[in-house]
């Protein structure tokens, strides 16, 4: 065969081989069918130059390109979008775009183009119909600053350029280039250093342009002067989100809009606390001077987020002359509360005549503490008696209303209530975390569209059982995460189980449930029964060891998340389970840092999770081996013969070992029944032996007292000095022995665990404590693994039938005394009481 004959084979092996790589697709548009080429994160290091001529889309996004070359593109004549972003690009030469006169859109962002060098006059030349170009986030951080002169010749050829998206240089300046983009309507600066911009900064842009996005300047406190928007006057969008203007300058720079209607003003996190000064504070009150170009412009989404706003003059924040645009609006990250009298008749009124709001954001507002001891209701939802009795401090909030987020709203000082309107259009309400006294009512009906509820951070309590909120029936999304469900869900907490099954029992048409980070082992049975929709459960952040088997009766699950649990497998029946969910819908699983193990029991689900469908976040889970070192599950599949060759040869060994020892085991066995009274009298003799060394067992504490808040007195006056004092015991109680800023639960469970006996101390208000059923559910395990000697219980004022439900699961460990009246008989009492808990000193 001819020389030239086998390079022309080798060179059509190389290009069918290597396009393999580039998935190519056809993708529906309003012009028709396009032609996809996806060759995204792949590991090229030039354009390449074996796909089909009749591409409309390439993504050559996430690859190692570092040059551009002349022609690289020009046998991709009909390309319309070109992707090229989040390569190592740092050079073009000029005709590297030659051929692309169809070229709409061009993403050259996230690389290493210097804007000074890389764009010459003749670069853009070709693009003559390009119409969105972006090329933010390839500037490295700039100190100097002296005017930058932006490179106007290069892109002053883009006449059709509508949209355009680069980086912000310290003190910018834009030449006269810039005024031939007259068809430019949006403007993005997003990778900002800007410290000035002067009045003529913007001067020579279109003043067709309608967006402009300055988001994130955060390197220096940006200097500002008043009118630098007066060449925008068709400005409908206006986005300064996390720019440190603060907000006062950015206020005033509004003055060319007075009347004006704009879509967006995006304010939020302006105020800076790194470039706290006098003229520009972090801690920010609105004044009514301040206000004066934003209250008459009818602006539809105004963000204000995160601006350091304690407190707002009368007639200011909440006062607009046009309230009925405002559709959505956000307060959320500022410290300022809504107090009585005026300011609190403001926001009635403002919320009356926002006819049109959708969105309203108070979350994340830190604003008082609760410092006292007082039990203070947490809950959302408060009975219609405080709703009458405090009229003056209801909010009654719009019916256009559809989302409204009051999470982590820390605010102790009255109470206010939001009414949610008979006929209201509310779908989404989030109220987690907050510990506060503003509150949610709903009148009848008021909760029919409710579709989304967030209630993270609450424990089990009367809100999520309210029945004008839960048996709407349209809950579609529920998010309980990081409420410590484990206590409620507990399957010996009968009481709490059921009710939790009877809450999940009235959302039939619930399609995503998110549990994650509540400590949950077990889920109660049948708590799935009624949802028959349920799509995506997320139970991430818990200690479950296996899948459990509830889930296996859903039929329509489509994500499970159970990242950061304690799963060592998968077993047969949750694989069978996931591979017909899979063909019936497709399932993902995501099962990241799990305590999996790549043992012989688990060949199946090594197997299984390098062949399987399923989509799952990886295949390369870490798994522990038998002698405890770590591999992934693919690298543990991959030497499968070498790692676990061993494992059906041991199946044998198993088997002959399992008939030695039964042969073993029943000649032993008749050796025993000849020589039991022997044996009988050997132990006896070894187990007293035993009992006198386990009660040498050393213990940090004698006694552990559980006692109600009216228990205090009679300890201090009686119990101490009966038993410290005069038996020289050491004693462990809450008020004394619990250092502040541990977390209370976890000190509990060790103090219990490091003491001999437990008493608890039974008066009226012993059930009102909050941890009484956490410090008995704790003394029943440690008794459980026989750590505790004498769990005493001694009824002070009380009645044997008023004693909790919750002791009798352990009756049968306990030693009652029923503390009289009468004083005669109260030494006998201490006697009984000294008998069990010095028996070891006596």
Not at 154 to 174: G, I, K, Y
Request: contains cysteine; neutral net charge; charged residues 25%.
């Amino acid at each position: 065969m001819p020389y030239f004959e086998y390079v022309a084979i080798s060179f059509m092996l190389i290009r069918f081989v290597t396009s393999l790589h580039c998935d190519i697709a056809f993708m529906e548009s309003k012009e028709g069918k396009l032609k996809i080429a996806n060759c995204q994160n792949i590991g090229l290091t030039q354009v390449p130059s074996f796909l089909p001529n009749d591409i409309n889309i390439l993504d050559l996004s996430e690859n190692n390109i570092k040059n551009l070359s002349n022609y690289d593109f020009e046998r991709y004549g009909i390309l319309e979008k070109l992707i090229v972003k989040k390569n190592k690009l740092h050079h073009i030469e000029d005709k590297s775009f030659v051929g692309l006169n169809r070229l709409k859109i061009l993403d050259m962002s996230e690389n290493k183009l210097n804007l000074l060098h890389s764009y010459t006059s003749d670069l853009f030349l070709p693009l003559v119909n390009l119409r969105n170009l972006d090329i933010r986030r390839n500037m490295e951080q700039q100190s100097d600053t002296n005017l930058y002169h932006y490179p106007d010749n290069a892109f002053a050829v883009l006449e059709q350029l509508d949209f355009f998206a680069l980086d912000m240089a310290p003190n910018p300046s834009f030449g006269k280039g810039f005024r031939r983009l007259k068809k430019l309507k949006s403007l993005t600066f997003e990778l900002c250093y800007l410290q000035y911009l002067n009045n003529s900064v913007f001067e020579n842009f279109s003043s067709n342009i309608n967006e402009l996005n300055l988001k994130v300047c955060r390197l220096h406190l940006v200097h500002v002067e008043n009118d630098i928007l007066l060449p925008f006057p068709k400005m409908t969008k206006l986005n300064l989100d996390g720019t440190c203007m603060h907000l006062k300058q950015a206020l005033n720079i509004l003055s060319p809009y007075r009347g004006k209607r704009f879509k967006l003003i995006n304010f939020g996190g302006l105020s800076c606390p790194a470039f706290n000064n006098e003229n520009y504070t972090f801690v920010v009150t609105i004044t009514k001077e301040m206000m004066q170009y934003l209250r008459t412009i009818c602006v539809e989404w105004l963000d204000l987020s995160d601006n350091g706003i304690v407190d707002f003059e009368e007639d200011s924040l909440l006062s607009y002359d046009r309230p009925e645009c405002l559709e959505n609006i956000f307060f959320k990250g500022n410290r300022f509360a809504f107090s009585k009298g005026r300011q609190m008749d403001e926001l009635k009124s403002f919320l009356q005549n926002c006819k049109n709001l959708k969105t309203l954001d108070y979350s994340y507002i830190p604003v008082k503490y609760e410092l006292s001891n007082n039990d203070l209701d947490r809950n959302i939802v408060h009975e219609k008696q405080q709703f009458e009795s405090k009229s003056s401090e209801v909010i009654i909030l719009p019916r256009s209303l559809e989302t409204l987020l009051l999470s982590n709203v820390l605010c102790y000082d009255f109470q206010r209530i939001f009414l949610i309107p008979e006929g209201s259009n509310l779908t989404n309400l989030d109220v987690s975390f907050g510990f506060s006294l503003t509150s949610i009512l709903f009148q009848k009906n008021s909760s029919q569209k409710i579709e989304t509820l967030v209630i993270d951070g609450h424990p089990y309590s009367s809100f999520i059982v309210q029945e004008e909120l839960m048996n709407n029936g349209k809950i579609k999304t529920f998010k309980w995460r990081d409420a410590s469900l484990y206590i409620h869900m507990n399957p010996e907490n009968k009481h709490y189980s059921s009710r939790i099954q009877e809450l999940f029992k009235k959302l039939k048409y619930l399609e995503h449930l998110d549990m994650s980070k509540n400590s949950l082992w077990f889920l109660p049975a049948n708590v799935f029964e009624s949802m028959t929709y349920l799509s995506e459960i997320r139970l991430s952040k818990n200690l479950f060891h296996l899948v459990p088997r509830q889930i296996m009766d859903l039929t329509n699950i489509k994500l499970l998340d159970f990242r950061q649990n304690l799963l060592t497998t998968l077993d047969k029946n949750t694989r069978v389970w996931a591979d017909s969910m899979n063909q019936q819908h497709g399932l993902s699983i995501l099962m990241e840092d799990n305590a999996f193990e790549c043992n012989c029991d688990n060949l199946d689900f090594i197997d299984w999770i390098n062949k399987t469908k399923v989509k799952l976040d990886s295949r390369s889970y870490k798994c522990t081996l038998v002698n405890g070192s770590l591999i992934t599950v693919r690298e543990s599949y991959e030497k499968m013969h070498d790692l676990f060759s061993h494992c059906e040869s041991s199946t044998w060994l198993t088997v002959a070992s399992t008939l030695l020892s039964t042969c073993f085991v029943t000649g032993f066995l008749f050796l025993i029944y000849g020589k039991r009274w022997e044996i009988s009298l050997f132990f006896y003799q070894k187990f007293r032996i035993i009992v006198k060394k386990k009660y040498c067992k050393s213990f940090k504490y004698d006694v552990f007292v559980s006692y109600g808040d009216d228990s205090g007195p009679w300890i201090k006056n009686y119990l101490i000095p009966k038993l410290e004092h005069e038996w020289k015991l050491k004693m462990c109680f809450k008020d004394r022995d619990f250092l502040p800023g541990c977390f209370y639960f976890d000190t509990e469970a060790e103090s219990i665990e490091n003491s001999r006996h437990v008493i608890f101390l039974l008066t009226p208000s012993f059930k009102s404590s909050e941890d009484y059923l956490f410090a008995v559910e704790r003394v029943k395990h440690e008794k459980r693994i026989r750590n505790i000697e004498n769990i005493i219980v001694l009824a002070k004022d009380i009645s044997l039938k008023d004693i909790p439900t919750e002791l009798t699961y352990i009756w049968n460990y306990v030693s009652f005394i029923q503390w009289p009246d009468d004083t005669d008989d109260f030494d006998i009492m201490w006697q009984q009481l000294r008998l069990w808990v010095c028996s070891d000193l006596m």
